[in-house]
């Protein structure tokens, strides 16, 4: 069984500003004393680590907690990232690489495929990797990206911020007729949501600093509580996940 604690949308800004009235590294730090209390394989964060944009100085800092909790983790990075920043500060050279912008990692004989939708949409060496990857995996295929690849329901998000490649995505995933779960953030909300062509179920992961009012017409925090998903995975099928708040 390979347990995963999925968290996403850090916003950790280098000025150590709140952001709408919330200390975000302390809502942060407050997840992953948290997750070390469970019995946790893998932290997964999926982006928008630093907030307004990339930051050196808040990528360290961030290493240096992920690295404290003595857990393996990996990131992939989101529209507020750098990749190329948070390549630096966290990969290190001879050592398994921490931040995946497009590949698959194995771990407990589980497969996971990671890309980077910092770009806000799927780059055309994004989808012939990823069409390979699915020709070569026979078992479930499990997704991790910064963006749902689709409209999730939610307006201010839909509107302002979505995925830019949503019909180039899906089209491609359908004819491999193959099914995809997908974990996701972004959209600063927990959400699931179940697509049928293509085979494709979202799960979307609250920030780690509050989530927003899903039908307003514009972007505010409605729900301040910090959020993180657990998920579970055996035999390279999905056995549950769920997501939990800190009050
Ligand atoms: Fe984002």
């Known amino acids: 069984m390979l347990r995963i604690a999925h968290i996403t949308d850090t916003h950790i800004s280098k000025e150590k500003q709140p952001l709408d009235g919330i200390n975000t590294r302390e809502q942060f730090l407050r997840i992953l004393k948290e997750i070390k209390t469970r019995e946790v394989d893998l932290i997964i964060h999926t982006g928008d680590v630093s907030f307004p944009e990339g930051s050196r100085t808040v990528y360290a800092w961030v290493k240096n907690i992920l690295e404290e909790t003595e857990i393996p983790y990996l990131l992939t990075p989101g529209n507020h990232d750098d990749p190329f920043m948070m390549q630096e500060v966290f990969n290190v050279q001879n050592l398994p690489a921490k931040v995946i912008t497009t590949g698959a990692v194995a771990m407990k004989g589980q ?40 409209t999730c329901g939610v307006k201010v998000m839909d509107e302002k911020y979505p995925y830019k490649t949503p019909e180039l995505f899906q089209k491609n995933l359908k004819e491999t007729e193959r099914s995809l779960i997908l974990f996701c953030g972004h959209y600063h909300i927990e959400k699931e949501l179940t697509l049928s062509t293509p085979d494709l179920k979202v799960f979307i992961t609250p920030p780690t600093f509050g989530s927003i009012d899903p039908d307003s017409e514009d972007y505010h925090i409605k729900d301040q509580r910090p959020g993180w998903r657990e998920i579970r995975i055996e035999s390279q099928q999905l056995v549950n996940t769920s997501c939990h708040y800190l009050q």
């Open 111 to 150: 497969s996971l495929m990671f890309l980077d939708s910092s770009s806000e949409r799927l780059t055309m060496k994004q989808l012939l990797w990823l069409k390979r990857e699915i020709e070569i995996e026979e078992d479930q295929l499990f997704l991790f990206q910064h963006h749902p690849p689709c």
